[in-house]
């Protein structure tokens, strides 16, 4: 049997007309290129596979080479890098494991050079190296620096290779990579906006010039961009080689019809896990910044944001997302971009749905999102600030990850369920290092908090984050070499995981001492500080927010150590007196973030902590036995365990045991509060629409809903029409004064 090769009309010549010819076939055919059947698969399933496998191991190897190249620990501790093929129309074909949340940013990005004439100007030729961080033409934030190459093959564009690593130094107003204190694009840092970067398979040296002239911090994105060059030429070569095995038009053929089975495995497997039907949920984030210091006039509000969202799954398997309802776009760092969603919906079907390795844009193709315009989905002004836009878009598709594991229940598949994301802010510092030199850096420790609840098992402790599977927080011994901070301690957080029958997975904290360096400036990345966006599923709780941070102004360390005094290795588990404030000699001063702190210098001690996730399930159902392994262990304290858990753990020589008799009578107890402070939904409605209905609300609350209430109609009689309000019924604008 004889393939149909992939042939143009002959008006198509140009890559534009391409790009469009290939968007009208989908809409008007609903395949992929309009290929209604898989021929190659069909003919030769071998050969077809094969050359699947080779293009995955391509990628996979070239991750892995530029991760030993680069310089910078966040990619090559942490793993913050992918790399994917692409077709000429910049769809993606096979790519890495990594951040695969960027694999439909890049292709984004090439689309965008399509789309505004680069065939043209400035051209794109073999040996071209082109480069992105520009969240609105495509990629997540600032960080997030893409690099593509065409592939040629003769003197035909048969395709693109990209590769993308997460930098930890942008040179913004704050230092580090996510810029918190970003109110406007202006302030994020260094923009390389789509632009030719290299020519001759060699990045310019006026290029080189601009990043080492404008970062605190040059060698990681100097560095990491030869890393993902020399991978992008490595994967070049052979994709060459592999055109010469098989034949041009066989490898045409074969890349177009992997996306399309990509597409329809996405159908099939909605298909098999979930239930057709509308899912709704619902999530919220707080960020406290009003007064705070460093913030800008623009941006000196408390901002809460309702993320109302919708899941509609059809019978064919189409998978819907709906962002109706949630609020504006505002002067802060966390609005995200349509290509920065993408990337959260593509990330977080390789987790739940395509992680056989064939995971491609097909999947991406097999869903769709509604962003309405002027929201943090989508702004409608492209000046805004994105450097922290996972502060929104993680809780966000923490809560589609909950619809998602709803619609495994519903078919079943309890093994599937997984309560949700982990929302985790990251430590950003700068100032003099210790070798005398400015610096500017993200540690990317961070990206090994705990993760939310299975529906069968406890959630991982400290090593999960949405954004990257492969989560790991890299050597501290590594980190030291790149700030003026040692390390006293990392340590596991307790009760930072949710409580539930199978409790989240625990986050951890970080104690350093300052050292040689007479200013470093501390801040971190924005996460929720007051209102929980880590959710529980089933009865399960929450995880708990974790901004705040300890620091101690000459705290005596070196002295102590000296005299052989204890010294602090941990924030502690005492809710009272913390070990930091026990066993050091300076001030503890205790910041809500996120902030910027004051300046720190040696002799001074910094404590952060990151987030644990969520629980599933009744906490009184967790085994006891396993509550007592989580005391003994330090990831529960005892009175939560008696408290929350209802199980009475005794310890006694370094060994925790459960008291039975005490423990079944605790959770008795604990089932009667219940019931008797317990309130039919229908009284508390009734209760609470009055004070609803004269606007008594908080004021972020007040404004949050005032805002979606004005920009969703729909949101604002569905609102109205729960408690019962008139249909004239508003919520006046809050003055600013």
């Known amino acids: 049997m004889t393939a149909t090769p992939i042939t143009e009309p002959q008006s198509v010549t140009t890559l534009h007309e391409r790009l469009l010819e290939s968007e009208r076939l989908l809409k008007e055919t609903d395949s992929y290129a309009g290929l209604e059947n898989l021929e190659l698969r069909a003919a030769d399933p071998l050969k077809y596979e094969s050359?699947?496998?080779?293009?995955?191991?391509?990628?996979?190897?070239?991750?892995?080479?530029?991760?030993?190249?680069?310089?910078?620990?966040?990619?090559?501790e942490v793993g913050e890098s992918v790399v994917a093929i692409y077709t000429p129309?910049?769809?993606?074909?096979?790519?890495?494991?990594?951040?695969?949340?960027?694999?439909?940013?890049?292709?984004?990005?090439?689309?965008?050079?399509?789309?505004?004439?680069?065939?043209?100007?400035?051209?794109?030729?073999?040996?071209?190296?082109?480069?992105?961080?520009?969240?609105?033409?495509?990629?997540?934030?600032?960080?997030?620096?893409?690099?593509?190459?065409?592939?040629?093959?003769?003197?035909?564009?048969?395709?693109?290779?990209?590769?993308?690593?997460?930098?930890?130094?942008?040179?913004?107003?704050?230092?580090?990579?996510?810029?918190?204190?970003?109110?406007?694009?202006?302030?994020?840092?260094?923009?390389?906006?789509?632009?030719?970067?290299?020519?001759?398979?060699?990045?310019?040296?006026?290029?080189?010039?601009?990043?080492?002239?404008?970062?605190?911090?040059?060698?990681?994105?100097?560095?990491?961009?030869?890393?993902?060059?020399?991978?992008?030429?490595?994967?070049?070569?052979?994709?060459?080689?592999?055109?010469?095995?098989?034949?041009?038009?066989?490898?045409?053929?074969?890349?177009?019809?992997f996306i399309e089975e990509g597409r329809r495995a996405q159908l099939a497997r909605v298909r098999q896990l979930t239930v057709p039907g509308r899912y709704r949920g619902h999530t919220f984030f707080g960020h406290v910044t009003e007064g705070k210091q460093g913030v800008l006039p623009q941006g000196n509000r408390n901002w809460l944001y309702a993320i109302p969202m919708e899941m509609e799954v059809t019978r064919q398997g189409k998978l819907s997302l709906d962002f109706d309802g949630t609020n504006s776009w505002g002067y802060h760092s966390m609005n995200c971009t349509p290509a920065g969603m993408d990337g959260g919906m593509f990330v977080t079907l390789t987790q739940h749905m395509n992680f056989d390795g064939k995971v491609n844009d097909g999947a991406w193709l097999a869903t769709d999102m509604n962003l309405p315009l002027g929201t943090w989905t989508n702004p409608d002004k492209e000046t805004v600030a994105t450097a922290t836009s996972w502060a929104l878009l993680l809780p966000a598709f923490g809560c589609f990850q909950r619809m998602l594991s709803r619609g495994f229940l519903g078919r079943g598949y309890k093994e599937e369920v997984f309560v949700g994301q982990v929302n985790s802010p990251m430590m950003e510092m700068g100032g003099e290092s210790q070798y005398g030199g400015d610096f500017g850096?993200?540690?990317?420790?961070?990206?090994?908090?705990?993760?939310?609840?299975?529906?069968?098992?406890?959630?991982?402790?400290?090593?999960?984050?949405?954004?990257?599977?492969?989560?790991?927080?890299?050597?501290?011994?590594?980190?030291?070499?790149?700030?003026?901070?040692?390390?006293?301690?990392?340590?596991?957080?307790?009760?930072?995981?949710?409580?539930g029958r199978y409790r989240g997975g625990s986050g951890f904290e970080s104690l350093?001492?300052?050292?040689?360096?007479?200013?470093?400036?501390?801040?971190?990345?924005?996460?929720?500080?007051?209102?929980?966006?880590?959710?529980?599923?089933?009865?399960?709780?929450?995880?708990?927010?974790?901004?705040?941070?300890?620091?101690?102004?000459?705290?005596?360390?070196?002295?102590?150590?000296?005299?052989?005094?204890?010294?602090?290795h941990s924030i502690g588990d005492n809710p009272y007196e913390s070990d930091i404030e026990r066993l050091t000699d300076g001030q503890t001063k205790i910041d809500e973030g996120p902030y910027l702190a004051e300046p720190l210098q040696s002799g001074d001690l910094f404590a952060h902590s990151y987030n644990g996730g969520g629980g599933y399930g009744d906490p009184l159902e967790r085994d006891a036995g396993s509550i007592a392994r989580d005391v003994a262990n330090g990831y529960v304290t005892a009175d939560a365990a008696e408290n929350v858990y209802g199980v009475v753990v005794e310890s006694n020589d370094n060994t925790s045991t459960v008291n039975a008799e005490a423990t079944q009578s605790r959770r008795r107890n604990i089932h009667d509060e219940r019931l008797a402070n317990a309130l039919p939904v229908s009284e508390w409605i009734e209760q609470t629409r009055s004070r609803v209905a004269d606007g008594d609300f908080a004021p972020e609350v007040r404004e949050m809903y005032r805002d979606s209430m004005e920009l969703s109609p729909r949101f604002a009689g569905e609102f109205r029409n729960f408690w019962s309000l008139p249909s004239d019924y508003e919520i006046a604008k809050r003055s600013r004064r």
């Open 51 to 76: 050359m699947h496998t080779k293009l995955r191991s391509m990628v996979v190897s070239a991750r892995e080479m530029a991760r030993r190249i680069s310089a910078s620990p966040g990619v090559r």
């Open 89 to 257: 129309e910049g769809d993606a074909i096979a790519l890495s494991t990594g951040i695969m949340v960027h694999v439909h940013t890049a292709s984004r990005f090439i689309k965008w050079m399509i789309q505004n004439g680069y065939e043209e100007s400035p051209g794109i030729r073999p040996g071209d190296i082109f480069a992105n961080n520009d969240a609105f033409i495509g990629t997540v934030q600032a960080p997030d620096v893409i690099i593509t190459i065409p592939i040629f093959h003769e003197d035909e564009l048969i395709g693109w290779v990209a590769a993308v690593a997460h930098e930890l130094e942008v040179g913004g107003i704050t230092p580090g990579g996510d810029v918190a204190l970003s109110q406007e694009r202006y302030t994020e840092g260094l923009m390389v906006c789509a632009e030719k970067v290299g020519y001759d398979d060699e990045l310019r040296r006026d290029y080189l010039i601009r990043l080492e002239r404008n970062l605190r911090m040059p060698i990681y994105w100097v560095l990491d961009d030869k890393a993902k060059v020399a991978a992008c030429l490595e994967v070049r070569k052979q994709v060459r080689e592999l055109i010469d095995e098989v034949g041009l038009d066989y490898y045409k053929r074969a890349t177009k019809e």
């Open 441 to 499: 850096i993200a540690l990317f420790e961070c990206a090994a908090a705990g993760s939310g609840a299975l529906g069968i098992k406890d959630g991982l402790d400290t090593a999960y984050v949405g954004w990257n599977p492969e989560s790991d927080m890299g050597n501290m011994e590594i980190w030291e070499q790149d700030m003026p901070m040692v390390y006293l301690g990392r340590t596991i957080s307790p009760n930072s995981g949710g409580f």
């Open 512 to 568: 350093w001492a300052v050292t040689n360096t007479e200013l470093l400036i501390p801040a971190t990345s924005e996460h929720s500080s007051r209102v929980f966006d880590n959710a529980g599923m089933c009865g399960g709780y929450p995880a708990p927010t974790v901004q705040l941070h300890h620091s101690v102004k000459d705290a005596g360390i070196e002295q102590r150590a000296a005299e052989r005094k204890p010294l602090p």
